[in-house]
């Protein structure tokens, strides 16, 4: 791995920390999680440290000191040869060092006596203060152990600021590196779609289906799911987060399959609806074609100076619409829209920020009303996911019943518009059904 990403990404935090006065930013990982008894989960390092390291391992800390005293320190486990022969290699401080480009490195259980050390006589203190309820006691024992030493003309830091509002506006705009890596994941994650869509058939289980895509994922050497995956078949596609993904699949139904995998740390999500036969029906067709075109509008609204509301907006008319054309909902359409009738069957936002986190860090808005969107930039990533789900209901034709038609791709915005990172993986009728009939 190329870790000259990283630390270009701590000098910008250090910059960004100059701007505002300086101080000590104190970031660690995420700690390790018990499964049951001796068991752990996976580990995963937390998003914010991840994007500022690389560094993979538990029990760690980065400090950065801005200024002219500019500095930046990793706390890691030290080298332990009987603790790697059971659970694999450790870098130890030194290694840490070396390899990562940090200017110093020390052993991770000395961080809280050099804590106050730190904090000693800097202007402002640059941490997620309510984040992690040990870590917080961490730090006010070290600012306290700071204003123990008044009468030695010691003094904490006057100001405390939250280090990740600083670096959620980092993490909207991706850089090459990120770009890069997301692109990986975005075409592992359509392979694995394009094998569901050969493999799945009436009388398979949904869990089966899922099966084929941690396959694909992990043979393309994605670490883990970016998420849980819904594979939902007929009715289960109107539950928008099922994740039972244990029903038999039967003919005539639709497979809604949300899932997508993560590379380096970066997610892709994907969603396709395909019928398990191969064949869309009539009323099957008209659904996902409506649903098809209002994601056509909404990926044509996004480009640089476009808000991030534009999108949505643009796939809400469009099913707006097609609501009122299929005899769904009744009234004009200006009227649909303002009643906000069509969340009856189309409930959620047409997309969110994607990077190191599904939903990734950032903020949508500035501000109140429709002006206080954010304005979207070159290398903002973003999800474009219209849907429309119909479950039973009298006054809907029965025909529609069960229908749940959802189409997600990943784009990144660029400079005259934007690229569908998830491009080839197929999504109109014509091409579902061929490779389905292949």
Not at 107 to 126: C, H, K, S, T
Not at 167 to 189: F, P, T
């Amino acid at each position: 791995m190329d870790f000259a990403p990283f630390l270009q990404r701590r000098l910008a935090l250090l910059a960004a920390m100059d701007r505002q006065g300086g101080g000590v930013a104190v970031i660690p990982t995420a700690p390790e999680r018990v499964r049951n008894r001796d068991t752990a989960f996976p580990y995963r390092a937390d998003s914010y440290f991840h994007y500022l390291t690389g560094f993979p391992e538990p029990e760690a800390v980065l400090v950065l000191i801005a200024g002219a005293q500019r500095q930046t320190i990793l706390f890691c486990r030290e080298k332990d040869v009987e603790k790697e022969i059971w659970d694999g290699f450790r870098h130890g401080p030194d290694g840490a060092r070396a390899t990562f480009g940090f200017d110093a490195a020390y052993p991770v259980g000395e961080i809280d006596g050099r804590l106050a050390e730190l904090l000693a006589d800097q202007p402002a203190l640059w941490y997620s203060l309510g984040h992690d309820a040990a870590w917080d006691t961490r730090i006010a024992a070290a600012l306290n152990a700071v204003r123990a030493q008044t009468r030695a003309g010691k003094h904490a830091p006057a100001s405390i600021h939250d280090v990740r509002a600083t670096l959620d506006e980092m993490r909207l705009v991706k850089d090459a590196h990120e770009i890069e890596l997301m692109g990986k994941a975005a075409r592992i994650a359509g392979a694995a779609h394009r094998r569901a869509m050969r493999f799945a058939a009436p009388g398979k289980f949904e869990y089966e289906v899922e099966a084929e895509f941690l396959h694909e994922f992990r043979r393309h050497g994605s670490q883990f799911p970016a998420y849980a995956p819904i594979v939902a078949g007929g009715a289960n596609a109107c539950i928008l987060h099922y994740v039972g993904n244990d029903q038999p699949l039967k003919d005539g139904d639709l497979l809604l399959i949300d899932a997508g995998c993560e590379l380096d740390g970066y997610a892709s999500d994907i969603t396709r609806t395909f019928p398990v036969n191969g064949k869309f029906s009539g009323p099957q067709a008209d659904i996902y074609d409506l649903v098809l075109d209002a994601q056509a509008a909404a990926i044509a609204a996004i480009r640089p100076g476009a808000t991030f509301l534009d999108p949505h907006t643009a796939a809400v008319r469009v099913l707006a619409q097609g609501f009122v054309d299929l005899k769904l909902l009744a009234g004009s359409v200006d009227g649909v829209i303002e009643a906000e009738s069509y969340k009856r069957f189309y409930m959620h936002r047409t997309g969110h920020w994607l990077g190191l986190d599904v939903h990734d860090a950032g903020e949508y808005r500035h501000g109140p009303g429709d002006d206080g969107w954010r304005t979207l930039v070159p290398g903002m990533t973003l999800t474009v996911e219209p849907g429309c789900y119909i479950r039973p209901a009298d006054d809907v034709p029965a025909a529609f019943w069960n229908i749940g038609i959802r189409i997600e791709d990943d784009a990144l915005v660029t400079a005259d518009g934007c690229e569908i990172l998830t491009a080839d993986t197929p999504k109109t009728i014509a091409a579902i059904e061929e490779l389905m009939r292949k």
